[in-house]
């Protein structure tokens, strides 16, 4: 069975840090691109970091020169590296990931379920 697993969230004071980790398992051939995404209480889901199969990051501009993303290809895991955290990152945070199963190519698309940061003031 596939699954996109997140961990590492939980709560800390302004100015703190938390890594987020989000690891694939099952039968996977390779991951393509990666992406951080994060939903507050009462707003839309939105993208805060991606990462591409070579490793080029993309930062939205909330959580740039705080927040760093990376990936381990040998693992299959990313990880969000967040400093200098605020209230306003307060979200349940998701991973999603395009990955690959055999030498077709074909991409399907899947989701992590999520886990919660809460930044204290």
């Known amino acids: 069975q596939v699954q996109l697993v997140e961990s590492g969230g939980g709560l800390v004071q302004a100015g703190g840090s938390l890594r987020l980790s989000c690891a694939a398992s099952g039968s996977i051939l390779s991951i393509n691109a990666i992406d951080w995404y994060r939903q507050a209480p009462g707003k839309q889901r939105e993208l805060v970091a991606s990462?591409?199969?070579?490793?080029?990051?993309n930062y939205a501009d909330s959580v740039k020169g705080r927040f760093t993303m990376s990936r381990d290809n040998a693992k299959n895991t990313v990880y969000l590296q967040m400093n200098s955290l605020k209230p306003e990152d307060t979200a349940v945070y998701y991973c999603r990931a395009d990955l690959i199963f055999d030498l077709s190519g074909r991409m399907y698309q899947y989701w992590g379920q999520g886990t919660q940061v809460t930044v204290s003031s």
């Open positions: 990462i591409s199969s070579g490793g080029k990051t």
